[in-house]
């Protein structure tokens, strides 16, 4: 855990308006930890991020909005989780910008398992809806937590059916996470929490604004070791959130539908542009090669013996740290099924997860 | 047209029981035509293939069986086509195992049109079998000529769709071309001997067996660019004569539908191993191309100028003939897409299809 002024350090550069994730990073990478950008000379941020920047950054001391939020997160069940924590999502590390800082509500060690997105239209049909909760609830039997994005339809019914598992189900919404959205699902999300969590990026008091939902889409994809579109109209976000995913190096599925509904032409798209169509959970299952490893059990403790495969994905990833892409072209599998297998050696200290998405093999 | 002594060797060769395909082939390979190897001594025809079937061969002659089939070529709208007449469906050269000898009633015109297979289940749902008979009406009126195998459900659906178009429609049959099958499908047969034809290799007189149909897929397969599949259970023969155009370069084509429908099963594990998500005719006559050449505007004597693309084909074809994978990698078309550009070509006398799948320029 970060004490209370590293954590301030975090919310100040979070929260000063008008710098992109790009240059904070950038000054996370040359400066280390935020409180040492703040320490830094205006010429010193000048030289890593646009001057008009630097001096925003420095003048910016976000006081007000700083105590909220550390207020906030001294409530019971509420967390901030900095990129340098060790319940932050690893598997966001090797996806594509992750956040500098989540806002969580719930149980931040969920986070950390195994997860499969399941994403759909807001307008689902009736049979969508089902689907969605059956293969929901067949993943979080299998040992996977559902990611999606409380949307109503297809989203909410993801979320229930994995609410009637162990496995849990993770919301990330688009909004603050004080501001639950929509308010027909608040009480949905309050089970959700209860059972898992409901993460934002966004700072409290964030109102439901369009542009925000496809950053919010990113983290669902980056999440997911794969990414599930149930039901979706062409030029929809739930495609989005599967390119996302297949462009991080995970697997896109997508479920078929008859020709004559407008609700599978998204998933026909998807499944043309190389998402693997699926009939089942269990397709899902074999694709990530899920039930070779420890974890598939149902048992995230995972401190097992490690399999055939494991030995092999040991044996590829040697002494250096080395990004998923080499793993995946040295070992001959997928990167969605290395991500499936590295998660539980990551519990089990196999291997550990450095910054940039790199993995690098434990003594 | 063969005179009568020559086309009375190619029923003889044909009819002898008990001698394969690749064994006739040799012969013809070795010796020129049917009459050359009857001609022959049983030592030089135990030199081509085993003594025991040479020596059946000479002494088989199959008089009565041949009369039968010379009389039946006699009646009204009945045709003998060998692999050596200009009516013989050239896309079957191109194709596994061409039969040496078709039985073919109605106007063998139409099967060196372009065609198109669309196949399915017999036990097709409803909206399998609207489906099938709206996406044959479109290919139809694309100019694309319908191949199907005469079943009930999706088949017969496929023909009747067909059937409402100028393109005309083809039918392969599994049993004798004298045996209708199934007797349900005898009008309708009778109707696609009228706009079309209904074709078989199998000597008059075979009853419908098992073992047949098999075989006959692969004639379907091998007329046309594509093979759509509607609807399929698993392990059925539309998958085997999806497969059988795949393999022979063609492209296999599936409409998706509910995961919960079994006769989407088979479609779907099609799309999964390579075959192209169809959601509507369009879908199909992009993947081919189609469009793009003259014969595409419904026009079959397409004499008019090349497009082109086709002046792209024949600079990659020289002056040497040259098989369809090899003119595929020179000219980055997919082998389904460069077939629908050949056969206006060859109707145009711009190229020349030779025996073997070899395909010629003609200036």
Redesign the interface.
């Known amino acids: 855990m970060n004490d209370r002024g590293e954590l301030a350090s975090w919310l100040r550069l979070t929260l000063i308006p008008g710098i992109g994730n790009a240059a904070r990073r950038a000054l996370l990478n040359n400066c280390g930890l935020p409180q040492a950008i703040f320490d830094s000379s205006l010429p010193t941020l000048s030289a890593i991020i646009d001057p008009t920047l630097a001096e925003r950054l420095l003048r910016h001391e976000c006081r007000a909005e700083i105590e909220a939020a550390l207020d906030w997160a001294g409530q019971p069940g509420n967390h901030l989780l900095t990129l340098a924590d060790a319940d932050y999502p690893q598997s966001l590390l090797s996806s594509d910008d992750p956040p500098l800082l989540l806002y969580a509500k719930g149980n931040t060690a969920v986070l950390n398992r195994p997860m499969l997105a399941v994403v759909g239209s807001r307008n689902a049909t009736a ?1 969508g809806l089902r ?1 969605a909760e059956a293969f929901a609830r067949a993943l979080g039997e299998a040992g996977l937590t559902v990611v999606s994005g409380l949307a109503l339809g297809i989203d909410a019914a993801a979320h229930r059916g994995a609410l009637a598992t162990l496995a849990g189900t993770v919301a990330v919404i688009g909004t603050g996470a004080d501001r639950l959205y929509p308010a027909r699902n608040e009480t949905l999300a309050h089970e959700i929490a209860d059972k898992g969590a409901v993460l934002s990026e966004f700072p409290l008091g964030t109102p439901a604004l369009g542009a925000n939902f496809p950053r919010r889409n990113r983290i669902i994809a980056g999440l997911g070791l794969g990414c599930l579109v149930v039901e979706a109209a062409l030029r929809s976000g739930s495609l989005i959130t599967a390119r996302l995913a297949a462009e991080s190096g995970r697997e896109a599925f997508a ?6 509904s407008p609700l ?2 998204g998933c ?1 798209q998807l ?2 542009q190389g998402a ?5 959970a269990a397709d899902i299952l074999e694709e990530l090669r899920w039930g070779t490893h420890p974890a598939a059990a149902g048992d995230d403790d995972s401190s097992g013996t490690s399999t055939g495969e494991e030995e092999r994905v040991l044996a590829v990833l040697g002494n250096t740290p080395c990004p998923l892409d080499t793993l995946a072209a040295r070992s001959g599998l997928t990167p969605a099924a290395l991500l499936a297998m590295l998660l539980p050696m990551e519990l089990a200290g196999r291997v550990a997860q450095l910054p940039g998405g790199l993995y690098q093999r434990l003594h």
Do not use: A
Request: net charge positive.
């Open positions: 049979q689907d479920i078929p539908g008859s020709i004559h599978s032409r026909h499944i043309r693997k169509l699926v009939e089942s």
